[in-house]
């Protein structure tokens, strides 16, 4: 793995450039695309491909939604996918058989959530650790979090906005042992909490409104990636972390922009305090 000293310690620049609310995603891969070694470009393009699943699935069955830029593959790439299958992640190309076979790999679950099981499953085994445990930890809060809001039972989800998608909000993703507890246990905290004491603050999240636990779980997920940078300091690890917190910036810039705000100000003010150029560079 190469060390991206420049990289990185310029990285509050170019999220305050030009003094933007927040900066664009696609400017920022630019960017990155031409420091990064093939290698670890793969690692960041792996953070970007939830967004390629939901554009994938928009495509297929048609839904005037707004496509999402910030994935890895263009529009006309992803409508050709039936087509050139080959081109795309092994999931992907699982997900593409199945659905030209009309045949369901899970029947109990939306072509969303079906698609969404096939990528945990595979980036769940990624020989990167950083991708490994992020993906396994991102699994399994979403799954507590499903689980919280079917014992809440909100029925008032089928109005939310599309970018909250409603079918995963009561989805079980997999079978790990995080998703069989959910499934089985009675227990207020699924007997998780003495193994991943985050389970804790996501069950007193859920006895609030939907919006502040959406929040709140984002706040856990910046929490984890605070926890997995440890002592890294200019791996690629770094940037990935930076894009995953990106990515929540901008979802949140989206959904109640007063929140985004506040979370990239939090962006800045971390990478302003975490780095310092070593001598002779």
Known sequence: MAN???IVAGLPSL???E?????KFQDIMGNLRMELSEADL????TLRLPIDNKNLVNILESKNVEFDSRGNYSAVELGNALKSPENFPAYMQEFLEAHRANRQLFPSLTALDQLTRLFYDEVTQSKNAFLKEWFQFDLDLRNVAAGINIRKNLGHLEALATERDRPGMFTIIGRNDVAEAVLRSAAPDFGLAGAYPWVEKAVALGRG????MEKGLDDIRWDKLNELMGFLVFEIEVIAIFVQKLLIVERWMRLEPVTGRAKLDRLVEELRGSFVMPAGF
């Open 4 to 6: 991206y000293y420049y």
């Open 15 to 17: 999220v305050m450039e």
């Open 19 to 23: 003094n933007k609310s927040v900066p």
């Open 42 to 45: 793969k690692i960041i393009n």
């Open 209 to 212: 409104g939907l919006t502040e």
